[in-house]
């Protein structure tokens, strides 16, 4: 089953974090992905939400604005996407991702269309 690992942040630890704090958790995310990757279906860090466009059709009209869909005190700050047994195993790999410990991390099962 595909399992999408939806990490959150404050933008503020990583905004706060000294430079050697920074090297540390992007050495800790590259040791998860080589431990985790043959799990791992895809994934990537996203860019801040200021920097997002957010789009919305209403009544056969399409509205485009920039910024974030909502206000958060946490952002979405990038997500993997796992091949696994199921939600059980995804909790645990997730659980060795650096934004766990700062943040939270939303799964969510994808659904699969049967091979026709």
Known sequence: MKVLALIYTDP?????ASEAEREDVGAR????GDRAGEC?????ALASPRSATTVRVRDGETFVTDGP?????EELGGF???ECSGLDEAGELVAA???AERGAIELRAAYEEAAA
């Open 80 to 82: 993997y996407l796992f």
């Open 97 to 99: 991702i650096p934004g």
């Open 69 to 73: 869909f909502a206000e958060t005190k």
């Open 12 to 16: 503020r630890s990583w905004e706060t």
């Open 29 to 32: 995310y590259r040791a998860f």
């Open 40 to 44: 791992i279906f895809g994934g990537a």
